[in-house]
């Protein structure tokens, strides 16, 4: 059983980098053909794909995203993290990371193994 938890602040300030790490268990995310992402829900709107960091550690970004984005990982750890820097209040949203065989970056609740998801309030 594939199991993710999201953890890191709750809260942001304006302009400064919002830090997330996914904690996997049930697998190694080092295990071929699994590829892990993070997505975010603004109030009110669509799940967004934000980018994912691969079995081999390649990363992909959402072009609206890619500036300001970087995912890593943690294999002695088996956890993956999200920087999404210079935030303002529009960033505030659930933010989620999701496991899946296969580079699916539709935001499908039915595909692969998903977090619980973890609010963040950017503050002004």
């Known amino acids: 059983q594939v199991q993710l938890q999201e953890s890191g602040p709750g809260l942001v300030k304006a302009s400064q980098t919002l830090s997330l790490t996914c904690t996997v268990s049930?697998?190694?995310?080092?295990?071929?053909?699994?590829?892990w992402s993070w997505f975010r829900q603004p109030p009110g709107k669509g799940m967004e794909w934000i980018g994912y960091?691969?079995?081999?550690?390649?990363?992909i970004y959402a072009p609206s995203f890619k500036s300001r984005t970087s995912i890593s990982r943690d294999t002695s750890k088996n956890q993956f993290t999200l920087q999404l820097a210079s935030v303002t209040p529009e960033d505030t949203a659930v933010y989620y990371c999701?496991?899946?065989?296969?580079?699916?970056?539709?935001?499908?609740?039915?595909?692969?193994?998903w977090g619980q998801g973890t609010q963040v309030t950017v503050s002004s």
């Open positions: 999701v496991g899946r065989r296969g580079a699916i970056v539709l935001p499908l609740r039915d595909s692969g193994s």
């Open positions: 049930g697998v190694s995310i080092t295990t071929s053909s699994y590829y």
């Open positions: 960091i691969q079995y081999s550690g390649s990363t």
